[in-house]
């Protein structure tokens, strides 16, 4: 018989979807035509992006995984190319990762519930195959194989509940081929921030939230100030995998997600919250539980398109790097949130990984110094501890939190996940009901995120590790953390001020630069001031060096940058600037920043001040005056107008007056 007339021996029902989905298919041609004319040796990135954005995205199936491979491109591998080479050894033969235990817990658990009615063609016609449990069985072998794979090609990973939802949708739609490659970059260059030993990086993407709201809709953020935006968690934590049931949707969304940076699903969060505003403003403010209740469970159904458009939208109306509370200034330079913000698709595995080291030592610097603030906040009553404590320019807990707050504030947690055996879409494991919080230790080389068998332990009351670490040079040290090239720039930047300087500090604060900028004013002083004198004195006579410049120039610089940085931070303080969303709005770290790099303008005004022409001198001190002021007050505004009016105000004028009495102390001290 020839195959044209061979019978469909397929259910009524089937046949009539195959034929649906073929006419469905016929419209999306044109769009598929185009997909296929941007990939192969050379792709068109920039168009694919743009498919991908568009209404309807990569289209189906066929154009995503089984033609041109375009969600790998967008990923930054081509399978075409192989340029990147990655493992090859089998993955059987490589050392077992430390969460495979888990792993397999989780794949036993996959593939159990499907809304087939949505299902495309091709993924309908498997899913009526592999009604036997043989295939059910293949299917998560090869969803255990990808995982695996990726674990042991990449130890340092650790893996997270709900990283399965997200290799299932890539198995399904690339395959067993292709999916450990693309997972491989996903994990260390999209979602690194999910597998690294604490969860705080990725409670960190979180924290945008309010900001991203408030730049939309101040009413609504105000409404939700009491509810700590972890409703969020599961959705971004899994790319919206575990919260949405329809796999056709998913494949749409990450369509998106993958032709944008990570930021976008924080966007995307963000707008879901918008358009269910009238719903929570039903809600009571003053009922946090019943608002994180509604905001954990997405609204059904989604009209994806139209949530993608708008975010989109609001994207580029409110990029990340202007949204208020200083948010983006508080992301790690070395999240993904930054990371791929520009071409990511030029990264490696291998930045990848330095990526990952370079956060995971960042986690530990701070996990040092919140051991060290919990050690000085027991001991609070010591006035020696208390000066430490503001030395090290972190914010003492505020014991007014929620347990769970006050324990995610104050040291680095990791997520556990335990799971309803008889639930499961894609396979979902229920995140918003069951999560719970173990501590990380930075110093087990095998730090596991995933620990089934253990339960909650409070934190520690002893204060032996906190010691050791307050009390050795290595504390601090992590103030000192920076080369000569971000000192340099810092500095140009305080002098040429073409963006927010708190935003360069990009959240690492340094305490280098503000010494030896303050030590080279405080010698130049004492040098031009002793010029100025020679110049000024009689010759009949020998002249004598004035050493008394010397103490006074120290004293001078170094009490004034020392001593004025702390009343500020304790004032902002006091009055509530830091109440902002998040974190505190400015550490007192990032005030001895700010001002220690406002004095590298009287490096030149002191080298140049010397002359006998005293309006000259006046010039000059006024000019290094109103340059120094203008960065101070520029870069401080944003801070203290979280404040009250009145006392914004109160604060701006005590912050140039005492820049005045510095200014004029050098004019009549040293170039009198």
Known sequence: MDCHEATDDRPAADRQTTEVGEKLSALARPKSDHILDTCGEEPDIGALVRFATSPGGLVNDEVRGEVCLPGPLLLGYNPLKKAESTETAAWQHLPRHKDEDQVRLDVDRSFTYYPKTLLPVLLLRLAAQDQSEPQLDRRKGELSAVITTVLRQHPILSYFQGFHDIVQVFLLVLGVDHAAAAVSRLSLLRIRDFMLPSLEPSLAHLHLLPSILEAECPKLRQHLSQTQPFFALAATLTLYAH?????????????????????????????????????????????????????????????????????????????????????????????????????????????????????????RRQQMRRKAMATLWKNRRSGGRLGLAIFAGRDLPDLQKTETSLIMANRGYDVVVDVDDNEGDLGHTDLQEDLEFHSSNF??????????????????????????????????????????????????????????FLDILDGNPDLYGPFWIATTVVFILFLTGTISQYLASHHDKAFVYNFKLLSGAAGLIYGYTAIVPIALWGLLKWFGSGNAPGESNIGLVECWALYGYANVIWIPVALISWSPISILNYVFVAVGFAVSALFLTRNLWPVVSVTEAKVSRILVIGVVAAHAGLAIAIKFLFFA
């Open 443 to 500: 110093n087990d080389t095998n730090h596991s995120k995933i620990t089934p068998d253990s339960t909650y332990q409070p934190p520690s009351s002893s204060s032996g590790s906190s010691k050791r670490y307050l009390w050795t040079l290595s504390f601090y040290a992590q103030f000192f953390a920076v080369d000569t090239s971000h000192v340099l720039h810092r500095c140009f930047s305080a002098l040429v001020p073409r963006r927010p």
């Open 243 to 363: 919260d949405i049931q329809e796999y056709s949707d998913i494949a749409r969304l990450f369509d998106f997600f993958l032709a944008h940076g990570a930021v976008v699903s924080v966007y995307f969060f963000a707008i879901i919250i918008l358009s269910r505003r009238d719903e929570l403003f039903e809600i009571p403010a003053d009922e946090p539980e019943m608002l994180h209740s509604v905001l954990s469970k997405l609204p059904k159904p989604l009209d994806l398109e139209a949530l993608i458009a708008q975010t989109v939208s609001l994207y580029q109306k409110y990029p990340p790097e202007n949204l208020p509370f200083r948010a983006w200034a508080r992301i790690s330079r070395y999240s993904v949130l930054k990371t791929t913000v520009r071409d990511f698709r030029q990264q490696t595995l291998y930045d990848g990984v330095e990526y990952f080291n370079l956060q995971v030592a960042q986690l």
